[in-house]
């Protein structure tokens, strides 16, 4: 059974940087697409970030420029460096894995989720 553990989040304040930190249980996940999405109270879930097993990248537009994505599959694990926070960054942030086909990215496995708060 494929199990993803999110690490690294907590409460920080605006302006602040945060890396959260996602372990596979199985290196198979290295050919598949990884990904972050994120869900804040009273929202939809949304998807900030993918990487392709080549290292290929695509952020949310409300992220560009101040996260990023990455993965080491030789750790089998995946990265969110987020910068430049802001209080509306405050949700759950979720690590997946999935496949990409022509209309998008369909997430397959999921972690358990993550708190993240950005506050003064």
């Known amino acids: 059974q494929v199990q993803l553990v999110e690490s690294g989040g907590g409460l920080v304040q605006p302006g602040g940087s945060l890396r959260l930190s996602c372990a596979a249980s199985?290196?198979?996940?290295?050919?598949?697409?990884m990904g972050w999405h994120r869900q804040a109270p009273g929202k939809q879930r949304e998807l900030v970030a993918t990487?392709?097993?080549?290292?290929?990248?695509n952020y949310a537009d409300s992220v560009k420029g101040r996260f990023t994505i990455s993965r080491d599959n030789a750790k089998n694990t995946v990265y969110l460096q987020m910068g430049s926070l802001k209080p509306e960054d405050t949700a759950v942030y979720y690590c997946?894995?999935?496949?990409?086909?022509?209309?998008?990215?369909?997430?397959?496995?999921w972690g358990q989720g993550i708190q993240v708060t950005v506050s003064s």
């Open positions: 997946n894995g999935g496949l990409h086909s022509g209309s998008g990215y369909y997430p397959i496995y």
């Open positions: 199985t290196s198979a996940l290295s050919f598949y697409v």
């Open positions: 990487v392709t097993s080549g290292g290929s990248t």
